[in-house]
């Protein structure tokens, strides 16, 4: 039988996405383990965490003031709009160093399996923000290749339909360093039909 606090440690971690039972029970043993100066920061990050973080009025992309530094940043292109499910999306993102435009965070995709609506996600608010910014011009869908995530593209190209907006989709296909041999044929096939000229 564990200690109260040990076992209220683990149920508390196990709740966090991606992490199971038995991670959870190894993450609570290395931190019991851990020397109290290592542990004190991480408990003082964990309390302060929500303490000065807020969602950009613009972007809804996470920051500590409003509007964010992407959208007060003077060198983007303020004619590209690139929505994306979530916050960590944008990282991914700007870690390529290819688009320079700005960015809608959705905070997730419709799922009518789990309940989430377009009114429990940042959709209103993006076509909000596309009427109240002519000069946006571009709307890059880079919503995840996921049923869900297409079901959310489609909605919103369905929504801005007839507008004078052109509106991309990223494109899918194989990662670098894969075989053709392994590909799935969805994949594949994608791969296929999003080919460029060479």
């Known amino acids: 039988m564990l200690p109260s606090a040990l076992k209220k440690l683990i149920d508390e971690l196990s709740r966090l996405p991606g992490i199971g039972p038995k991670t959870a029970q190894r ?24 303490d000065g ?4 009025e ?22 590209q709009l690139c929505v994306v499910e979530d916050v960590l999306d ?10 320079k435009g700005l960015y809608h965070v959705l905070h997730g995709v419709l799922s009518p399996i789990d309940g989430i609506s377009a009114e429990q996600l940042k959709i209103s608010e993006l076509f909000s923000r596309i009427d109240k910014h002519p000069e946006i011009k571009e709307i ?8 869900e995530g297409e079901a959310t593209a489609l909605y919103i190209n369905k929504h801005l ?4 907006i052109k509106i991309s989709r990223i ?10 041999e392994y590909a799935d044929a969805a994949t594949l096939g994608k791969a296929l039909l999003n080919r460029t000229d060479y």
């Open 161 to 164: 339909n007839g507008r004078n």
């Open 171 to 180: 494109a899918r296909g194989l990662p670098i360093g894969s075989d053709l």
């Open 140 to 147: 890059v869908l880079a919503t995840n290749p996921s049923l």
């Open 90 to 99: 944008v990282l991914a993102i700007e870690k390529t160093g290819k688009y």
């Open 53 to 56: 973080l807020a969602f950009c």
């Open 27 to 50: 993450l609570a043993m290395h931190l019991l383990r851990s020397p109290h100066q290592r542990i004190k920061p991480l408990g003082e990050a964990l309390l302060s965490l929500k």
């Open 58 to 79: 613009e972007c809804w992309h996470v920051t500590e003031t409003s509007p964010c530094g992407i959208c007060n940043d003077p060198a983007r292109e303020k004619h």
